[in-house]
Protein backbone atom coordinates (compact mmCIF):
# COMPACT_ATOMS: atom_id res chain seq x y z
CA UNK A 1 0.00 0.00 0.00
CA UNK A 2 1.37 3.23 -0.96
CA UNK A 3 1.76 5.88 2.02
CA UNK A 4 -0.42 8.41 2.30
CA UNK A 5 1.15 12.10 1.79
CA UNK A 6 -0.93 14.67 3.89
CA UNK A 7 0.88 17.27 1.35
CA UNK A 8 -0.90 15.54 -2.26
CA UNK A 9 -3.68 15.41 -0.11
CA UNK A 10 -4.29 18.85 0.98
CA UNK A 11 -3.28 19.26 -2.88
CA UNK A 12 -6.00 17.00 -3.63
CA UNK A 13 -8.50 18.71 -1.99
CA UNK A 14 -7.84 21.74 -2.94
CA UNK A 15 -7.95 21.20 -6.83
CA UNK A 16 -11.34 19.10 -6.66
CA UNK A 17 -13.07 21.51 -4.18
CA UNK A 18 -16.55 22.53 -5.09
CA UNK A 19 -15.87 26.35 -5.33
CA UNK A 20 -19.69 26.61 -4.11
CA UNK A 21 -20.11 24.73 -1.54
CA UNK A 22 -18.78 24.62 1.95
CA UNK A 23 -17.55 21.09 3.42
CA UNK A 24 -16.27 19.46 6.62
CA UNK A 25 -12.87 19.03 6.66
CA UNK A 26 -12.49 15.22 7.50
CA UNK A 27 -15.34 14.40 4.69
CA UNK A 28 -12.59 16.14 2.19
CA UNK A 29 -9.62 14.21 3.87
CA UNK A 30 -11.83 10.78 3.75
CA UNK A 31 -12.53 11.42 -0.22
CA UNK A 32 -9.12 12.20 -1.13
CA UNK A 33 -8.07 9.39 0.54
CA UNK A 34 -11.03 7.03 -0.72
CA UNK A 35 -9.50 7.86 -4.33
CA UNK A 36 -5.82 7.18 -3.47
CA UNK A 37 -7.05 3.69 -1.37
CA UNK A 38 -10.23 2.71 -2.54
CA UNK A 39 -9.66 -0.73 -0.73
CA UNK A 40 -8.99 1.03 2.65
CA UNK A 41 -11.54 -0.65 5.78
CA UNK A 42 -13.78 1.76 7.28
CA UNK A 43 -11.70 1.82 10.82
CA UNK A 44 -8.36 2.02 8.91
CA UNK A 45 -9.92 5.11 6.99
CA UNK A 46 -10.60 7.19 10.31
CA UNK A 47 -7.58 5.90 11.73
CA UNK A 48 -5.63 7.61 8.80
CA UNK A 49 -7.64 10.60 8.91
CA UNK A 50 -7.05 11.36 12.41
CA UNK A 51 -3.37 10.52 11.90
CA UNK A 52 -2.75 13.38 9.37
CA UNK A 53 -5.46 15.92 10.06
CA UNK A 54 -3.50 18.57 11.32
CA UNK A 55 -0.76 18.27 8.83
CA UNK A 56 -3.51 18.48 6.09
CA UNK A 57 -4.76 21.33 7.72
CA UNK A 58 -0.91 23.02 7.37
CA UNK A 59 -0.68 22.25 4.03
CA UNK A 60 -4.33 24.09 3.43
CA UNK A 61 -3.72 26.64 5.35
CA UNK A 62 -0.15 27.42 3.53
CA UNK A 63 -1.97 27.29 -0.30
CA UNK A 64 -4.38 29.90 1.66
CA UNK A 65 -1.30 32.41 3.10
CA UNK A 66 0.52 32.42 -0.27
CA UNK A 67 -2.81 33.24 -2.32
CA UNK A 68 -3.35 36.19 -0.13
CA UNK A 69 0.07 37.55 -0.19
CA UNK A 70 -0.43 37.03 -4.51
CA UNK A 71 -4.05 39.51 -3.46
CA UNK A 72 -5.80 36.30 -5.35
CA UNK A 73 -8.97 34.45 -3.68
CA UNK A 74 -7.76 31.09 -2.69
CA UNK A 75 -10.59 28.13 -3.92
CA UNK A 76 -10.82 27.36 -0.02
CA UNK A 77 -10.52 29.13 2.84
CA UNK A 78 -11.31 28.33 6.60
CA UNK A 79 -14.32 28.82 8.06
CA UNK A 80 -15.44 31.91 10.55
CA UNK A 81 -17.79 30.52 12.58
CA UNK A 82 -16.58 26.79 12.76
CA UNK A 83 -12.45 25.91 12.62
CA UNK A 84 -13.38 22.28 10.74
CA UNK A 85 -15.21 23.61 7.48
CA UNK A 86 -13.91 24.97 4.53
CA UNK A 87 -15.51 27.50 2.61
CA UNK A 88 -15.21 27.77 -1.76
CA UNK A 89 -14.37 30.90 -3.02
CA UNK A 90 -17.96 31.13 -4.63
CA UNK A 91 -19.85 30.40 -2.05
CA UNK A 92 -22.62 32.74 -1.12
CA UNK A 93 -23.95 33.09 2.20
CA UNK A 94 -26.77 34.71 3.89
CA UNK A 95 -24.63 37.35 5.44
CA UNK A 96 -23.38 38.29 1.77
CA UNK A 97 -24.87 41.85 0.08
CA UNK A 98 -26.05 41.67 -3.24
CA UNK A 99 -22.65 42.86 -4.91
CA UNK A 100 -20.91 40.68 -3.10
CA UNK A 101 -22.81 37.75 -4.09
CA UNK A 102 -22.67 38.86 -7.47
CA UNK A 103 -19.28 39.44 -7.31
CA UNK A 104 -18.97 35.83 -6.00
CA UNK A 105 -21.16 34.67 -9.51
CA UNK A 106 -18.52 36.32 -11.47
CA UNK A 107 -15.57 34.58 -9.35
CA UNK A 108 -16.98 30.87 -11.03
CA UNK A 109 -15.99 32.06 -14.34
CA UNK A 110 -12.04 32.93 -13.66
CA UNK A 111 -11.07 30.24 -15.54
CA UNK A 112 -12.64 31.49 -17.90
CA UNK A 113 -11.58 34.55 -17.96
CA UNK A 114 -7.93 33.85 -18.02
CA UNK A 115 -8.35 31.59 -20.88
CA UNK A 116 -9.41 34.81 -22.88
CA UNK A 117 -7.06 36.66 -22.15
CA UNK A 118 -4.34 34.19 -22.65
CA UNK A 119 -5.57 33.11 -25.87
CA UNK A 120 -8.20 35.16 -27.41
CA UNK A 121 -7.04 38.89 -27.16
CA UNK A 122 -3.68 39.91 -28.93
CA UNK A 123 -0.48 40.87 -27.19
CA UNK A 124 -0.84 44.54 -27.45
CA UNK A 125 -4.21 44.62 -25.62
CA UNK A 126 -2.64 42.51 -23.22
CA UNK A 127 -0.49 45.65 -22.51
CA UNK A 128 -3.39 47.92 -22.83
CA UNK A 129 -4.77 45.14 -20.18
CA UNK A 130 -1.55 45.72 -18.16
CA UNK A 131 -1.82 49.38 -18.53
CA UNK A 132 -4.91 50.13 -17.09
CA UNK A 133 -4.15 47.62 -14.24
CA UNK A 134 -1.11 50.00 -13.60
CA UNK A 135 -3.13 52.74 -13.37
CA UNK A 136 -5.49 51.13 -10.55
CA UNK A 137 -2.56 49.92 -8.85
CA UNK A 138 -1.48 53.57 -8.29
CA UNK A 139 0.93 54.21 -11.03
CA UNK A 140 0.48 57.58 -13.36
CA UNK A 141 1.56 58.17 -16.87
CA UNK A 142 1.46 54.46 -18.26
CA UNK A 143 3.10 54.33 -21.83
CA UNK A 144 3.07 51.25 -23.96
CA UNK A 145 6.98 51.53 -26.07
CA UNK A 146 5.81 49.91 -28.98
CA UNK A 147 6.95 45.91 -29.32
CA UNK A 148 9.51 46.95 -31.93
CA UNK A 149 12.36 48.03 -29.97
CA UNK A 150 11.49 47.93 -26.71
CA UNK A 151 14.61 45.96 -25.56
CA UNK A 152 12.63 43.73 -23.44
CA UNK A 153 10.72 46.71 -21.92
CA UNK A 154 6.85 46.94 -22.90
CA UNK A 155 5.51 50.05 -20.65
CA UNK A 156 7.06 52.66 -18.56
CA UNK A 157 4.87 54.57 -15.67
CA UNK A 158 5.96 56.46 -13.11
CA UNK A 159 4.49 55.21 -9.03
CA UNK A 160 3.55 57.77 -6.54
CA UNK A 161 2.47 56.76 -3.49
CA UNK A 162 2.89 60.12 -1.41
CA UNK A 163 1.98 58.74 1.63
CA UNK A 164 3.91 55.58 2.34
CA UNK A 165 7.50 56.70 0.20
CA UNK A 166 6.84 60.67 -0.35
CA UNK A 167 8.20 61.02 -4.09
CA UNK A 168 7.82 59.49 -7.43
CA UNK A 169 8.95 55.96 -8.59
CA UNK A 170 10.29 55.13 -12.56
CA UNK A 171 8.80 51.67 -13.39
CA UNK A 172 9.90 49.32 -15.98
CA UNK A 173 7.67 46.42 -17.03
CA UNK A 174 7.15 43.50 -19.74
CA UNK A 175 3.87 41.74 -20.28
CA UNK A 176 4.52 38.18 -21.67
CA UNK A 177 0.87 36.91 -23.45
CA UNK A 178 1.73 33.15 -23.35
CA UNK A 179 -0.73 30.10 -23.02
CA UNK A 180 -2.50 29.82 -19.97
CA UNK A 181 -0.98 26.30 -19.55
CA UNK A 182 2.79 27.48 -19.82
CA UNK A 183 4.83 27.87 -16.64
CA UNK A 184 7.62 30.40 -16.84
CA UNK A 185 11.19 29.91 -15.41
CA UNK A 186 13.64 31.80 -14.09
CA UNK A 187 15.41 32.48 -17.23
CA UNK A 188 12.49 35.06 -18.23
CA UNK A 189 12.54 37.02 -15.07
CA UNK A 190 16.77 36.91 -15.72
CA UNK A 191 16.12 38.66 -19.21
CA UNK A 192 14.01 41.17 -17.77
CA UNK A 193 15.88 42.49 -14.91
CA UNK A 194 18.90 42.73 -17.26
CA UNK A 195 16.90 44.61 -19.48
CA UNK A 196 15.94 46.64 -16.54
CA UNK A 197 19.14 46.99 -14.94
CA UNK A 198 20.35 48.24 -18.64
CA UNK A 199 18.10 51.42 -18.43
CA UNK A 200 19.93 52.47 -15.60
CA UNK A 201 20.25 53.29 -11.78
CA UNK A 202 17.19 55.67 -11.87
CA UNK A 203 14.98 52.57 -12.36
CA UNK A 204 13.00 51.60 -8.99
CA UNK A 205 10.85 49.09 -10.19
CA UNK A 206 10.48 46.58 -12.39
CA UNK A 207 7.11 44.82 -13.10
CA UNK A 208 7.00 41.63 -14.64
CA UNK A 209 3.26 40.78 -16.13
CA UNK A 210 2.02 37.28 -17.79
CA UNK A 211 -0.86 35.52 -18.86
CA UNK A 212 0.79 32.10 -18.05
CA UNK A 213 2.22 30.49 -14.43
CA UNK A 214 5.35 31.52 -12.61
CA UNK A 215 7.63 28.56 -11.49
CA UNK A 216 8.69 28.57 -7.81
CA UNK A 217 12.32 29.44 -9.15
CA UNK A 218 11.06 32.42 -10.84
CA UNK A 219 8.56 33.70 -7.92
CA UNK A 220 11.81 33.62 -5.44
CA UNK A 221 13.91 35.38 -8.57
CA UNK A 222 11.59 37.84 -8.27
CA UNK A 223 11.24 38.63 -4.69
CA UNK A 224 14.80 38.55 -4.36
CA UNK A 225 15.41 40.83 -7.11
CA UNK A 226 12.35 43.10 -5.89
CA UNK A 227 10.46 42.25 -9.53
CA UNK A 228 6.70 42.65 -8.60
CA UNK A 229 4.66 40.30 -10.59
CA UNK A 230 1.49 39.65 -11.56
CA UNK A 231 0.63 36.29 -13.56
CA UNK A 232 -2.46 35.09 -15.23
CA UNK A 233 -4.55 34.40 -12.56
CA UNK A 234 -4.03 36.85 -10.73
CA UNK A 235 -4.74 39.48 -13.88
CA UNK A 236 -7.80 37.30 -14.36
CA UNK A 237 -8.96 37.93 -10.50
CA UNK A 238 -8.43 41.79 -11.03
CA UNK A 239 -10.89 41.51 -13.91
CA UNK A 240 -13.29 39.67 -11.83
CA UNK A 241 -13.09 42.14 -8.80
CA UNK A 242 -13.52 45.04 -11.28
CA UNK A 243 -16.32 43.46 -13.42
CA UNK A 244 -14.56 43.82 -16.53
CA UNK A 245 -15.81 41.43 -19.49
CA UNK A 246 -19.08 40.63 -17.84
CA UNK A 247 -23.05 41.58 -18.07
CA UNK A 248 -25.84 40.38 -15.45
CA UNK A 249 -28.67 38.86 -17.06
CA UNK A 250 -31.54 37.57 -14.66
CA UNK A 251 -29.31 37.38 -11.78
CA UNK A 252 -26.46 35.67 -13.11
CA UNK A 253 -23.02 37.05 -14.07
CA UNK A 254 -21.92 36.12 -18.12
CA UNK A 255 -18.79 36.48 -19.07
CA UNK A 256 -18.77 38.27 -22.70
CA UNK A 257 -14.85 38.20 -24.77
CA UNK A 258 -16.66 40.63 -27.28
CA UNK A 259 -17.20 43.15 -24.20
CA UNK A 260 -13.39 42.82 -22.38
CA UNK A 261 -12.52 43.82 -26.44
CA UNK A 262 -14.86 46.59 -26.77
CA UNK A 263 -13.30 47.45 -23.40
CA UNK A 264 -9.80 46.80 -24.12
CA UNK A 265 -10.20 48.97 -27.55
CA UNK A 266 -11.66 51.70 -25.87
CA UNK A 267 -8.73 52.06 -23.32
CA UNK A 268 -6.37 52.12 -26.16
CA UNK A 269 -7.19 55.10 -27.45
CA UNK A 270 -6.98 57.05 -23.82
Known amino acids: MQPIRPKKIAEAIISTFDVKSCQNLDVCIERAIRKAQPKLSALELAEIVESIRGRVAFY ?6 ECQNRQIAPRVTWSSSDPDRLIGRCFISGEDTEDKAFEKKRMTLLDDVWGAIASKITPGQFEVLCKRFLEHE ?4 PLVTGRSHDGGIDLKAVYNPKIRFGRTQDALCQAKRYGKDMKIGISKLREFFG ?21 REARDFA ?16 L ?15 FSLDVLIEWLNKNAKR
Open 138 to 141: GFTN
Open 195 to 215: AVKSQGASVEIAFFFTTATLS
Open 223 to 238: EKTRVWTADGEQMAYW
Open 240 to 254: VRQGIGFTKKDHEAL
Open 60 to 65: IGQYIS
